[in-house]
């Protein structure tokens, strides 16, 4: 996942919420493709933590890693990211129904456990030491450290890329950088965790 992210420099809009959007929407798409479910946008922007780690990884993302400082600029870039979410976001009515949403859920603890997941997620990722100071006593961050110090994520990366053979591309997971592999760990641990449980992914 966050081998993928590319560098700090983007400057076009566009590629930045594709970018964004090809983190975080790995797993969002397979829920949608396996997961349980009649409708699946409105059921997932109904999750109050699920809505507020979404949110929360754009802003932190693009704020943080990609030092877009505009606040329009950030509202565009997050608009073109719910569009790859649900073409239907493509109409403002649409756009202004999930800031709607988002602003009937503030002050909800959900939606702040989410964002705090999400900032979790992105200042390990970035190795910020007075961020990360925060988090020593995290049982996720914790348990995301562990996993990797003992050698399960290598061992999981080598063993998913011994499955899909000639079909693997780009980097070797198990070269991803420590704080990026932990950060993963816990993006698994959080968001993707709620998120399989929301919609009844099978094995999870």
Not at 50 to 58: I, V
């Amino acid at each position: 996942m966050f081998e993928g992210i590319k560098s700090l420099f983007f400057k076009n809009k566009d590629s930045i919420a594709v970018n964004i959007w090809s983190q975080i929407g790995i797993p969002i798409n397979l829920a949608r493709q396996i997961g349980t479910h009649t409708d699946f946008t409105n059921e997932f922007l109904d999750d109050e933590y699920l809505l507020g780690y979404f949110n929360g990884y754009q802003n932190f993302m693009l704020h943080h890693f990609f030092k877009v400082k505009n606040p329009g600029d950030r509202g565009l870039i997050m608009s073109k990211i719910l569009v790859l979410l649900d073409p239907k976001f493509d109409d403002s009515k649409e756009l202004m129904g999930y800031s709607d949403i988002l602003k009937s859920y503030m002050g909800k603890k959900d939606l702040e456990l989410g964002s705090e997941d999400a900032f979790m997620t992105v200042a390990i990722m970035l190795n910020d030491p007075k961020a990360k100071s925060n988090f020593l006593d995290n049982k996720i961050y914790l348990e995301a450290q562990k996993f990797y110090d003992e050698g399960e994520f290598e061992k999981r990366a080598n063993m998913q890329k011994k499955v899909l053979g000639s079909l693997a591309k780009g980097q070797n997971p198990a070269e991803m950088p420590r704080d990026f592999a932990v950060a993963y760990r816990v993006f698994e641990l959080t968001f993707v965790k709620h998120l399989n449980k929301k919609f009844k992914c099978p094995n999870n």
